[in-house]
């Protein structure tokens, strides 16, 4: 796991940047391609509105069919005279002419702005509403020209009166961007989901490797916990097979006791495994009743003195909060508060000074534990709830457990709609607060 775990996280990781990498070059040329094609239709859809432009009906000067008989003065005046684009069409005529040329050319989502203009001593021209305002700004619009030349053969071919047809259309890039802008919202997206997934995995394999870790350190305590009692009851019954032993009924009863009392320990650990798994399927019933905290947490104290006494520590008890009936559990609620002095004495260096108090706080009962132990640091304070985890000691394994107290205590106080927060400071103590809402 510690091997392929790297390897995994760098394959993917290299496999969501080169798909990034890829989508960003196909979207751009994507763009290159789409920007393209629509100046190409444009010169096509232009050339087109040109040509129809172009075309010879309606004149109002009609020239003599046959060019050669044609003399100065005529040509002079079909020179000048010849009716233009300008007088054959009028503006709207000519937008409609554009309009559909750009419809067949599958630009009818495109607005635009046209100018005909006569290259001529008057000036004269025809030009849409906000021509000059995007003219003057065409570096954000497309711009095509296209010279109105009578068509080949036509009389008209060759004279000197030229006509140019100015058609542009405004904000053509950003026009594009909307035509791709669900192309490049999906590649986001869909790229979006692979880097969610691959988030995920990358949890996943984190969170499974933790869960190995500790399944580990899980066995290896039990393996402890179960080791020294076994060890010392195969020791207690060799010694009871012993004969000066079995002979003295004083002995026997001394190594019969032994083998009862490491045998109630296993079950008490035994009992503590299933009741873990009872608390994980959320099978634990509550009895709540109303019940008086001091005398619970007072149960409790009476349990966890001796052990006080044995390190030579010292248990100070402030009992100032003047209501403290709760709904409670009365086995539950008093194994919580055991828990958390259990703690307390078994983190804690010689002589231990435990503090324990109690207050107010408007509807709420405070509940204080605190300690001068060894403290934990702020990576053990973010996961000491978790089941299964223990805080290191050393190498000495001087304290015993699975990992199950607090993990065990978190849970009962959420179940009496209660919250809990752990306070330390590195070889200094800790601190454990319970609030609990008062009975109505």
Request: net charge positive; aromatic share 10%.
């Amino acid at each position: 796991m510690k091997k392929i775990f790297p390897i995994i996280t760098v394959l993917i990781l290299l496999s969501l940047l080169g798909l990034i990498f890829f989508q960003v070059l196909w979207i751009q040329s994507a763009w290159d391609s789409r920007n393209k094609q629509i100046e190409e239709n444009f010169v096509q859809a232009v050339a087109n509105a040109g040509s129809i432009l172009t075309q010879e009906k309606n004149l109002l000067l009609q020239p003599p069919q046959k060019t050669d008989l044609l003399f100065p003065g005529d040509r002079l005046q079909m020179q000048y005279f010849r009716p233009s684009v300008i007088k054959r069409f009028s503006r709207d005529e000519i937008a409609e002419v554009v309009r559909n040329s750009l419809n067949k050319f599958n630009l009818q989502h495109f607005p635009f702005e046209f100018n005909v203009r006569v290259n001529a001593i008057n000036g004269e021209q025809v030009y849409s509403d906000n021509f000059f305002k995007y003219y003057a700004d065409s570096s954000n619009s497309l711009s095509i020209v296209y010279p109105l030349e009578p068509p080949s053969g036509s009389n008209f071919e060759n004279l000197v009166r030229e006509e140019l047809l100015y058609v542009i259309v405004p904000h053509q890039q950003r026009l594009v961007w909307k035509e791709m802008i669900w192309f490049i919202l999906g590649a986001i997206f869909f790229t979006f989901i692979i880097t969610a997934a691959f988030f995920i995995t990358i949890r996943t394999l984190l969170k499974q490797k933790k869960l190995s870790e500790i399944k580990s350190d899980f066995i290896n305590n039990m393996t402890h916990e179960f080791k020294t009692p076994l060890a010392t009851i195969s020791l207690a019954v060799d010694a009871l097979k012993n004969e000066r032993v079995a002979a003295d009924p004083e002995k026997s009863r001394y190594f019969t006791g032994i083998i009862k009392e490491e045998n109630l320990r296993m079950n008490k650990q035994v009992e503590t495994i299933l009741q873990a798994a009872l608390l994980d399927k959320q099978e634990v019933q509550l009895k709540l009743k109303r019940m008086d905290a001091h005398d619970l947490i007072a149960s409790a104290l009476n349990n966890i003195q001796l052990q006080v006494e044995e390190k030579q520590g010292k248990l100070e008890v402030h009992m100032e909060a003047e209501k403290d009936i709760i709904m409670a559990d009365e086995v539950h609620f008093t194994n919580l508060i055991n828990n958390l002095l259990d703690n307390a004495v078994k983190y804690s260096k010689e002589n231990p000074h435990i503090k324990l108090s109690t207050k107010n706080a408007g509807n709420m009962l405070k509940i204080r534990i605190e300690d001068n132990g060894i403290g934990m640091s702020k990576e053990t304070i973010n996961r000491i709830f978790e089941k299964f985890y223990r805080a290191h000691t050393g190498n000495v394994h001087n304290v015993k457990g699975f990992g199950l107290g607090l993990s065990y205590v978190k849970t009962m106080v959420e179940a009496h709609h209660g919250t809990i927060r752990a306070e330390s400071v590195l070889g200094r103590g800790s601190a454990f607060t319970i609030i609990i809402p008062l009975a109505k």
